[in-house]
């Protein structure tokens, strides 16, 4: 199975902050990588697919890259609503595996 | 507008049965891949299986392949998943997801989850 490792597992921040969170693959998965948001208590939402593209509706201070085996997600500066938790997917191989998610905290 | 509902969880011993449900609306349910996936209390996100539009293509976790069966009626726009043998490790918040094929894989739409618990 692919493993999917993220760091850091949950980071503190500010509202205006720019904060990063990688997200490593254990073989290359090309670009078959996507990131959810989750916010407590709610099911996961789709933010980006394909590594680096933007799912309709979601602001633009997302973003993401990444290819291979190491990718990152970047929001540019926190609103309150982006304090969630955020997983990395990858649907390259099956069994599709995700991270441990990463918790992101004021 | 895309709405995904599962029912049917509960209190089960181990050894025991359950049969989750997963109502769909607001898209053409026959088109779509679905799948099911569960978040363990605290802990991350584990994909369990999926299944295709027609219900030809099946693929299952090793966790739980020969003890859980996914399947639909795309009649009644739902998604079942039949879980046999239950484990205290099954314990776990089971969501119902659309799996979007074309391109790169994804789970564009999740329902709220349905709560399993295994314990004596």
């Known amino acids: 199975d692919v493993q999917m490792t993220q760091s850091p597992s949950s980071l503190s921040a500010s509202v205006g902050d720019r904060v990063t969170i990688t997200c490593r693959a254990s073989q290359n998965i090309g670009t078959y990588l996507n990131w959810y948001q989750q916010r407590p208590g709610k099911a996961p939402k789709v933010l980006i697919y394909?590594?680096?593209s933007l799912q309709r509706g979601v602001p633009s201070r997302f973003s993401a890259s990444g290819s291979g085996t190491d990718f990152t997600l970047t929001i540019s500066s926190l609103q309150p609503e982006d304090f969630a938790t955020y997983h990395c997917h990858q649907t390259h191989t099956t069994p599709y595996t995700f991270g441990q998610g990463s918790k992101l905290e004021i | 507008q895309v709405h995904l509902v599962e029912s049917g969880g509960g209190l089960v011993r181990p050894g025991g049965s359950l049969r989750l449900s997963c109502a769909a609306s607001g898209f053409t349910f026959s088109d779509y891949y679905m799948s099911w996936i569960r978040q363990s209390p605290g802990k991350g996100l584990e994909w369990v299986s999926y299944i295709s539009g027609t219900g030809d293509t099946i693929y299952y976790a090793d966790s739980v392949r020969g003890r859980f069966t996914i399947s639909r009626d795309n009649a009644k726009r739902s998604l079942y998943l039949q879980m046999n043998s239950l484990r205290a490790e099954d314990t776990a918040l089971y969501y119902c997801a659309r799996l979007i094929v074309r391109g790169i894989p994804n789970f564009d739409y999740w329902g709220q989850g349905t709560l399993v618990t295994v314990s004596s």
């Open positions: 394909g590594a680096s």
